[in-house]
């Protein structure tokens, strides 16, 4: 599972190998552990004339403990700033002429953000705007985060957040999410937050306290390590899997002090028997749903058989549906609840010999884009990550072309780890996200695979 | 300009070198040439049971002079079938369990389409659908389509083309483009046809004859070959751009019958003179503007000018945004109006040394998604199309390991040719495609690169 290469890299050996032959350079990535401060170092922050974020973010930032450095005065030499963070709000720009003010920003202090720094431009959803020149400036962004993402390197990332007008203070939850070693392997996103408040929690480093989440598929890879980061949040799990995966479900049961379901969801009546599992638990629903379970028959539709063609959209896509029609029908996910499906980038672009499994992940998209306006007057939100090449058993049995150019082919050269997906997981499930529904967010290290 | 390794590909030798060295294999791409049949053998068109648009484009296949063979048929035998298409109407597909009838479809007909053929599904628009399942499952079908054409190879295409209720007779231009050799570059698109009528031109050779056409950017490469098509299509052309250009400018409209129109559209004043120059026309207005006219500046954005940014993004973006906004102001576009963007992949996934250049082609699908509702009551369409790698001039002078990289990461290992984009909009600016708006396309082969 180990990316070798990168560990290489990173050795005093491989660090002057790598430069004298120009080799991949995958950079040692900060990723969080709990106590750490959100940042490496100050947040720079600027903002484009008249805009509405700047003052929020820095109140928020402030809050937070974070040392926060103003790009607009003068004082500000460039040369001299090292900062973890380039912070910039661009909601005054309302037309293409006014775009300038991202050069004027960015210009001076590209070449100070440390290893591992972050990007993050704050934006207008276009569609939320006063007129289509604004609109069409605040869709511009997207062109400059992902090429910032794609220029800056050493581990840095770049996001675009839109929020909505009304949404200034529940922006907290992604700004900690997106500035901290949890969004380590997630670039080049466009996040969108929404109008209305968000309760904060009372305490960030668990802010799941006193919630009850399911995870299917949790006895290994991705989904234990959704399982563990849920639980160090606070959350109380429910681990389920296959039968057939009894004895590393309970391993992640035990270690999340959480308790195993095993439970074939495909089973035509297991979306019933987990409701009743869910209601008679004494909290008689659940709050934060993770679909995590799927599977991968991979043969060009050629050569697939029926059989792999069905199970892949049973399992990825037919089994969360139903699951998630059940609950929803029987009230079983309250006022605040959270889904989180799991899509895939080859559900965006799709795939060569996957044409089931990229159906299924594009459908996971489809659940979310769906449900999440429905469910919105519920309370609830609902969103998806879409991983790319993460190191887990699966993708170290790929073959070694395959595998090198997945790992490779993205800003950071190189894969990302299953805690990654989980933290972005963990990200939607806070009670600050509460107006963060409707995304997909990929966890790939800003992949160059797209469509 | 040329591709000369794809030219040594498709020699004797260079196939045999080709196969035994298991070098890139870019196939000889169907292009159209006037006169040439839409397809390369029959249509195998197959339904989703319950399907509503199986028999319009049946109708319209065989008005066409295509000969249809019906995949529900239990006679067709698919060891025999050569097909120059497989076309499937899934717009019966209202939940995921459904999709089994994509499998039912492919499974056995994949390997019966001949090189350069076509595949088109067809499908409800997910925001049209009467169901969250059915929305869902109308989504997944990207993911389908978008493995498909990284899995067929050998020149052939496969789009979705989501159909509006409504829309049903409205889809001809589309279908037309798309199994012509017309559509050679575009593949793993989404389309969006709206719902109307289209008025369906009276000859298909010559879809634009009596309208006018104004081309930015025409004296060379891309715009010239805009140009050219749109010339050939029946449409009278109004060939512009800078004054030093002049020559080869002059060239273009006497090749294409056109006129030359000298003007720097940066120019403060220069929306009004050619807003005034347009009206003084025999037409007093123009009904199809490509604004094609761009430019790169490429650098690092710490290492980036001021004047590179300022002119990056008044060239590709401002310009066409104030020209649009006085010429619409002034009702110089009619009601059956077209107006085209020139976006980039680089617009879409960012690209590293172009922030200059990903933020102004971004911003143009900003103008196309900002606008197009606006005109829609008015009878003008706005699209766009996202050139991927093109062999141009520009590109000739590319390093070598990024111009080679560039060419063969799609589906078609292989750059496109300008012609490629000029027959996209061409098909944009077609009076049947008149209920398509607020589209951008992709003409990059089904490139890797995306966001």
Same sequence: chains 1, 2.
């Avoid at 709990?34 to 903002?47: C, F, K, Q, R």
């Avoid at 892949?312 to 929803?328: D, H, K, M, Q, T």
Wanted: glycine share 12%; with cysteine; aromatic share 4%.
């Amino acid at each position: 599972m180990a990316d070798r290469y990168a560990n290489f890299a990173n050795s005093g050996l491989g660090r002057t190998m790598v430069k004298r032959l120009g080799l991949p350079d995958p950079p040692r990535l900060r990723r969080h552990r709990p106590g750490d401060p959100l940042t490496t170092g100050p947040v720079l922050l600027g903002a484009a004339p008249g805009g509405r974020l700047a003052e929020p973010a820095r109140k928020l930032l402030e809050t937070s403990g974070v040392q926060v450095t103003d790009a607009v005065s003068t004082d500000t030499d460039p040369t001299g700033v090292r900062v973890g963070a380039l912070v910039f709000d661009a909601t005054g720009i309302r037309d293409s002429a006014r775009l300038r003010a991202l050069y004027d920003f960015f210009h001076p202090y590209a070449r100070s953000l440390r290893s591992s720094g972050r990007v993050i431009v704050l934006g207008t959803p276009p569609e939320a705007t006063g007129s289509p020149a604004e609109a069409t400036a605040q869709r511009s962004l997207e062109g400059l985060t992902r090429s910032i993402g794609k220029e800056f390197g050493r581990g840095a990332t770049a996001q675009l957040v839109y929020v909505a007008p009304g949404g200034e203070t529940a922006v907290e939850s992604t700004l900690r999410f997106l500035l901290s070693g949890r969004s380590a392997y997630v670039s080049g996103q466009v996040i969108r937050v929404g109008a209305g408040d968000a309760p904060a929690p009372a305490d960030w480093e668990r802010p799941l306290d006193g919630k009850l989440a399911l995870v299917t598929g949790a006895a290994r890879g991705i989904g234990a390590a959704i399982a563990k980061v849920l639980a160090r949040d606070g959350a109380e799990v429910i681990a389920l899997d296959v039968p057939a995966a009894g004895d590393a479900l309970a391993d992640v049961a035990n270690e999340t002090r959480g308790r195993a379901l095993q439970l074939d969801l495909t089973a035509a009546d297991a979306p019933s028997r987990l409701a009743g599992y869910l209601a008679a638990g004494p909290r008689a629903g659940v709050d934060i749903v993770v679909h995590n379970a799927g599977i991968t028959r991979d043969k060009t539709i050629a050569r697939m058989s029926e059989d792999h063609w069905d199970s892949v959209i049973g399992v990825n896509l037919s089994a969360p549906e139903r699951v998630n029609e059940l609950l929803l029908e029987r009230g079983l996910i309250p006022s605040g609840g959270r889904i989180v499906g799991v899509a895939s980038i080859a559900g965006i672009a799709g795939n060569r010999g996957q044409t089931n499994y990229a159906t299924s992940k594009a459908g996971v998209i489809g659940l979310v884009q769906s449900y999440a306006p429905l469910l919105r007057d519920r309370g609830i939100t609902f969103n998806a990550v879409a991983p790319g090449f993460i190191e887990t058993a699966m993708t170290a049995k790929m073959p070694l072309g395959l595998r090198e150019a997945g790992r490779r082919l993205n800003s950071m050269s190189q894969g990302g780890l299953p805690a990654d997906v989980a933290e972005t997981i963990a990200w939607f499930a806070s009670p600050g996200s509460a107006t963060i529904t409707g995304n997909v967010v990929r966890v790939c290290g800003q992949s160059l695979l797209g469509a």
